[in-house]
């Protein structure tokens, strides 16, 4: 279901049995292959079915490609345990560098390590909004930052709340207890050429960050609705994450994602207009990751938080509306990314009277609580 690393382990100095030198060579490689998006989110239809903004050349220039891309470089955080599995992580026994290739050599010392191994930001213009603290040895966590703008609570109208950025995709794995043995029983073959006993160990990159595609079809729309101020935002996703583990932080907060619109899209052979964008979010507060609960459904503490569902519309009187939906059941229903549906009946959507103050850009201006609507499809 993720990114698969093999972590190759291979003695490189001049050893022939039996083992007793205080320290070897070590060759660490890492590949990771391609992930599938319909794998990472286990919907293997969804995207055929059930997407029905798409997903064009203008959306891969604004936001990316819809899925996961590969990582090209890595931060590895080393720790060398002594002769006993399960030991503390010490400033004496640490070690943390840069890779730019999937593999590397460093001296191991004869005993246990812990090794952390997280993916890089490769982003165009070499900026990037993930935070990465690893001044704790036994837990680097990863944060998102705040972005501009504004939101008001939709249970608190008055009170205001921050926007946060989304995430940018990277991977971790953490294999631990990696035994580096004096017997040459314990590895693996002995390489002639290279001199060097080998030892094969796997481990897996998961992705830490999930994938939303979030979409609003806007059924019997006849022109009312022109558009979108291309503002999104979802709350109660996490802020945070384990890199080590990948378990959520607690404390929740609004991520902000942008949105187009698109005239004339089919669903289930209607003629619809879509609202649509992709979220990147670490998940719900206090959540296992993937690889822990393989199940898509929330199990985590947090099941009374709500998600909702910020979005512009843009009319054709020269009007716009921020409005806002629940989602709740969706998001826990798909804790770990997937596809959010939003049907919306424009009939039922009061045009803002341009009289009245209506428009503007502001994506806190004139927030309207606006509950579910489901429109039955014919089959």
């Known amino acids: 279901m993720a990114a698969i690393a093999a972590m190759l382990l291979a003695l490189g100095s001049c050893i022939k049995p039996p083992l007793n030198l205080a320290a070897e060579s070590v060759v660490i490689d890492l590949p990771i292959v391609d992930t599938e998006l ?17 997903w064009d050349d203008t959306d891969k220039a604004l936001w990316g490609e ?25 400033a004496d026994g640490y070690d943390a560098f840069t890779i730019f290739s999937n593999r590397f050599r460093r001296t191991y010392n004869f005993g246990y390590y812990d090794l952390l191994v997280w993916s890089n930001i490769d982003s165009p213009d070499g900026t990037q909004v993930l935070m ?4 704790d040895l036994d837990e680097v966590t990863a944060s998102t930052t705040i972005t501009r703008g504004l939101a008001r609570d939709p249970q608190k109208a008055e009170e205001i709340t921050a926007l946060y950025n989304q995430p940018e995709i990277f991977y971790s794995a953490y294999p631990r207890d990696i035994f580096i043995s004096h017997r ?72 902000y994602y942008g949105t187009r619109y698109k005239a004339g899209c089919i669903a289930n052979g209607e003629t619809v207009d879509v609202i649509g964008g992709k979220l990147t979010t ?31 519309l843009r009319f054709a009187n020269g009007t716009s509306k921020t409005m806002v939906s629940t989602i709740t059941d969706q998001c826990q229903k798909q804790s770990h990314g997937g596809i959010i549906t939003l049907h919306l009946d424009c009939r039922d959507i009061e045009v803002p009277d341009p009289g009245s103050g209506g428009g503007g850009g502001a994506f806190i201006a004139d927030i309207e609580d606006y509950e579910d609507v489901i429109y039955d499809i014919p089959m």
């Open 66 to 90: 819809i899925g996961y891309t590969s990582p090209t470089n890595y931060e590895v955080r080393r720790y060398y345990l002594g002769q006993q599995p399960g030991g503390a992580h010490t």
């Open 132 to 135: 990465v603290n690893d001044r």
């Open 184 to 255: 040459f029983e314990d590895y693996d073959y002995y390489d002639e050429e290279q001199k060097a006993y080998v030892k094969n160990i796997k481990a897996t990159l998961n992705p830490l960050v999930y994938i939303y595609l979030v979409q609003i079809v806007l059924h019997n729309n006849d022109g009312r609705i022109v558009g979108t101020l291309g503002d999104g935002a979802v709350s109660a996703f996490a802020t945070s994450t384990s890199v080590n583990t990948g378990h959520t932080g607690n404390t929740p907060c609004m991520v």
């Open 282 to 312: 670490f998940g719900l507060c206090d959540m296992e990751p993937f690889w822990v609960n393989p199940k898509a459904e929330y199990t985590g503490s947090r099941g009374d938080l709500p998600n909702y569902l910020y979005f512009t």
């Open 38 to 54: 319909e794998v990472v989110w286990n919907i293997d239809t969804d995207l055929e079915k059930d997407w029905y903004y798409g």
